[in-house]
């Protein structure tokens, strides 16, 4: 079935420093790709997506691209900020699904120190 | 303000008793899921509906129920609860009849079974 691998945490970085959290899936069709965050407390955001392969997904100075090849979704910040911790979740949905369904990896705990 | 609420935020309950978490979207969307958080395995779906009277099973349905009988609500019952069933539960919502729309979700409810 379909399912999202993404790496284990916790990643701990110094303020500044640059992020790479990676996210492999393995799913038939075409599916979109997700990055939710989790802030301490808080319910899911969704901060990025990609809906088909070379697409780039880019908000508040994240970025992943949508590797079919290479089955990724990387997530990647030049400069991490204290106030990017959080929880990471890559996540998708198939291609031309009728459900919606998001599908999760486990999550990668971000704690960036000042 | 686009939201979904969930009440209560944090509940703490007996084996055997009958609970039900509410949820409630205010942005006319057709579907709402309900998801559950454990460390180490990331978000499982448990329920999901398409529209007002369909529901359907998500990956972990087992112990529990829900109920969509207006669009805004889609309440989760937990009939007789046991200790396995502690988790931290998230309701979401999106528009339906597209795999790359962005889910909402709301801030969480922690449920412990003793």
């Known amino acids: 079935g379909d399912s999202v691998t993404q790496m284990e945490g916790p990643v701990t970085l110094s303020e500044e420093a640059f992020l790479t959290i990676n996210c492999t899936y393995t799913?038939?069709?075409?599916?979109?790709l997700f990055w939710y965050v989790q802030y301490p407390g808080e319910g899911l955001q969704l901060l990025l997506k990609?809906?088909?392969?070379?697409d780039k997904g880019s908000n508040k100075g994240f970025e992943a691209t949508y590797r079919k090849e290479t089955t990724s979704f990387h997530l990647e910040k030049g400069s991490v900020q204290v106030s990017d911790s959080a929880v990471y979740f890559c996540a998708l949905t198939r291609g031309g699904g009728a459900t919606n369904k998001l599908i999760f990896g486990t999550g990668t705990l971000l704690a960036v120190q000042p | 303000e686009a939201q979904v609420t969930q009440n209560p935020r944090y509940l703490i309950t007996v084996t055997g008793k009958k609970l039900t978490v509410t949820c409630s979207q205010n942005?006319?969307?057709?579907?709402m899921s309900w998801y559950r958080q454990d460390p180490g395995l990331g978000l499982r779906q448990i329920y999901y509906s398409m529209n007002v009277e369909v529901t359907d099973k998500g990956d972990v349905p087992e112990g529990y129920k829900v109920s969509r009988k207006e669009k805004r609500n889609f309440p989760l019952i937990l009939e007789s609860p046991s200790p396995n069933q502690t988790s931290l539960y998230f309701c979401a919502s999106s528009f339906s009849g597209g795999s790359s729309y962005e889910q909402y979700f709301g801030p969480g409810t922690r449920l412990t079974v003793t």
């Open positions: 799913a038939t069709g075409y599916p979109s």
């Open positions: 990609a809906t088909k392969a070379d």
């Open positions: 942005m006319n969307h057709e579907y």
